[in-house]
């Protein structure tokens, strides 16, 4: 890295923020370099065309952005108290990097796109929870892919959907770091409640 | 309504099912039109322009897309047995008036639209869930907006992105029906196990 200011990288930045808002067929090229401050033959010159600009940002959705949460789930559980622990820890440190990617990760779920990391990390997840099944952590008529999705449904639409769910529900699910915190201990309590056997 | 092939309808239709794929800047007027098998001139004619086809779009998500789900929540519990079958049918049929309406609501949750329908649901599945917990059917530490939040994340999700989480997990959400009865089965037992008191 350490070219944070090249342009490819101001590309990026401003094609994640425009596509997000806008979707990918919403966005002008034209638009996105304007935002970039380049050339408007950058995006050519970068990345061949809108479609590569896409492709480039999805792959910032590396395994980079999952790392720490990835290294809690490097051991099976070593019993019940761990594994409300590790949980705990999963839950928050995965919201912590979508929303530091807040921008990458609404455009990987506006285009479904299938980001390599997103996939090793649900697979790894799963395979946790398939180990604390074995240990009669969780329940036995409980289906793990299932469960990945309960969790990651929760924390993808808080990020996604924040100032949606902020018009909705008037909850200032973002900007307010007590709120995000007593959300978060809430739904990891009706999930541990709802898994744990 | 009756008018069910008037341009009018079928450009909502198209209208609907192109914002969802494309998102609303990614469709055109033109290809609208020609998806709607109707003249150019017809979205002005009829919407003015192309928001006001995608306020009649968000308008679809209407009173009548909730009647069923709406009835169930119109008594308070009167036990834990018929909370448990209670929420088992909000489940069900909210999840078929999502899948009846699934462009429209793809395009609610892209555009990030507020139809009072859904407010109105929201709000009544909330005063739902606070007269179970008055009734000590539900933990009282509980907030009651976060619950709605994650039954309806399952959902809206399982919906929006079927095809998406076909190609991630390799389920088939969407077309198999036994699929989604397991499906359902298994979110509202972790749901009730982690809310009931």
């Given at each position: 890295m350490g070219r944070v200011n090249s342009s490819r990288?101001?590309?990026?930045q401003a094609g994640a923020q425009l596509f997000a808002k806008k979707g990918f067929g919403g966005a002008t090229v034209r638009e996105i370099c304007a935002d970039a401050k380049t050339g408007v033959n950058m995006i050519h010159h970068n990345f061949t065309n809108k479609?590569?600009?896409l492709k480039a940002i999805v792959e910032q959705f590396s395994d980079d952005v999952f790392a720490i949460p990835m290294r809690l789930l490097d051991q099976e559980p070593r019993g019940k108290e761990d594994f409300a622990a590790r949980m705990e820890l999963?839950?928050?440190t995965t919201l912590d990097?979508?929303?530091r990617q807040r921008h990458i990760l609404t455009v990987v779920v506006r285009e479904r796109a299938d980001p390599p990391a997103f996939r090793a990390y649900i697979?790894?997840?799963?395979?946790f929870l398939e180990d604390a099944k074995a240990l009669g952590l969780v329940r036995s008529d409980l289906d793990t892919q299932m469960l990945t999705g309960f969790m990651l449904d929760r924390l993808l639409n808080h990020v996604i959907y924040a100032s949606w769910?902020?018009?909705?529900?008037?909850?200032?699910?973002?900007s307010d770091e007590?709120?995000?915190?007593r959300w978060l201990k809430s739904n990891l309590s009706v999930f541990l409640d709802g898994v744990t056997a």
């Amino acid at each position: 890295m350490g070219r944070v200011n090249s342009s490819r990288d101001r590309l990026i930045q401003a094609g994640a923020q425009l596509f997000a808002k806008k979707g990918f067929g919403g966005a002008t090229v034209r638009e996105i370099c304007a935002d970039a401050k380049t050339g408007v033959n950058m995006i050519h010159h970068n990345f061949t065309n809108k479609d590569g600009l896409l492709k480039a940002i999805v792959e910032q959705f590396s395994d980079d952005v999952f790392a720490i949460p990835m290294r809690l789930l490097d051991q099976e559980p070593r019993g019940k108290e761990d594994f409300a622990a590790r949980m705990e820890l999963l839950f928050s440190t995965t919201l912590d990097a979508f929303v530091r990617q807040r921008h990458i990760l609404t455009v990987v779920v506006r285009e479904r796109a299938d980001p390599p990391a997103f996939r090793a990390y649900i697979g790894k997840f799963q395979g946790f929870l398939e180990d604390a099944k074995a240990l009669g952590l969780v329940r036995s008529d409980l289906d793990t892919q299932m469960l990945t999705g309960f969790m990651l449904d929760r924390l993808l639409n808080h990020v996604i959907y924040a100032s949606w769910i902020e018009k909705v529900y008037g909850a200032s699910n973002d900007s307010d770091e007590e709120h995000r915190t007593r959300w978060l201990k809430s739904n990891l309590s009706v999930f541990l409640d709802g898994v744990t056997a």
